[in-house]
């Protein structure tokens, strides 16, 4: 099994639909992580969270909320999804700062029609 | 904040050595990661610098330059599954910065 699960791999969903991302680690790091992936953009960070009581708003965060449910478990929502929300979605864990491993999900493919 | 910049894409014969680069500017260094990662798949780790020089693994090798902003990320005896997209990423205290990526496609 994946340290890292993503949950759904794949979804289609309709313009003003609520969505509701998960996932869940194995690795018993503290720090997790919502990036999203778009065509020549790279990766960009939505929220973080550095425990179940600590959660920071990444550079996008417009649009989206999170809850940091156990250690384990830290799910993304988008309340009201719009087209160019549209993206490829990792879930991230490491154990320390940043300047240590990141470990990611398999990803979330969302499209929002 | 971080600039990060690489090549978009590169294309290289099975083989053969390809050298990716990074020129990075950022206000405070941590250190440089580069990530693989295929297509559709999870980036994963390769390697990570945090002082000038240059690390090899195996078929892989990272130099760093600290006062050039400067990494690359060397490739030695390309096989068809290093085609992938290599990215090259700066952690501030908080979060990893990561560049736009380079795909590296490997032909026979």
């Known amino acids: 099994d994946a340290d890292v699960t993503q949950t759904p791999r794949n979804r289609i969903t309709k313009t003003g639909k609520r969505i509701m991302l998960e996932c869940s680690q194995t690795?018993?790091?503290?720090?997790m992580y919502w990036y999203r992936q778009d065509p020549g953009l790279g990766l960009r960070l939505i929220y973080y969270?550095?425990?179940?009581?600590?959660?920071n708003k990444g550079e996008i965060s417009d649009g989206y909320s999170v809850s940091r449910q156990a250690q384990a478990k830290f799910s993304l929502s988008l309340e009201s999804a719009i087209p160019n929300q549209t993206a490829l979605y990792f879930c991230?864990?490491?154990?320390?700062?940043?300047?240590?491993?990141?470990?990611f999900g398999q990803g979330t493919r969302l499209t929002v029609v | 904040g971080q600039n990060i910049d690489q090549p978009t894409e590169m294309t290289a014969t099975e083989g053969a050595i390809v050298q990716i680069n990074c020129t990075y500017q950022?206000?405070?260094?941590?250190?440089l990661f580069w990530y693989q990662q295929h297509a559709g798949e999870a980036p994963t780790f390769l390697s990570y610098?945090?002082?000038?020089g240059l690390e090899e693994k195996g078929r892989f090798s990272s130099f760093l330059s600290r006062s050039k902003g400067y990494s690359y990320l060397l490739l030695k005896e390309l096989q068809m599954k290093d085609s992938a997209s290599y990215l090259c990423?700066?952690?501030?205290?908080?979060?990893?910065?990561f560049g736009a990526g380079t795909t590296v496609t490997v032909r026979a």
């Open positions: 991230a864990t490491s154990e320390g700062g940043m300047n240590t491993e990141a470990f």
């Open positions: 690795k018993g790091h503290d720090r």
């Open positions: 969270s550095f425990d179940v009581k600590d959660i």
């Open positions: 950022t206000s405070g260094f941590n250190g």
């Open positions: 610098n945090v002082l000038d």
């Open positions: 990423a700066v952690p501030n205290d908080y979060k990893l910065s």
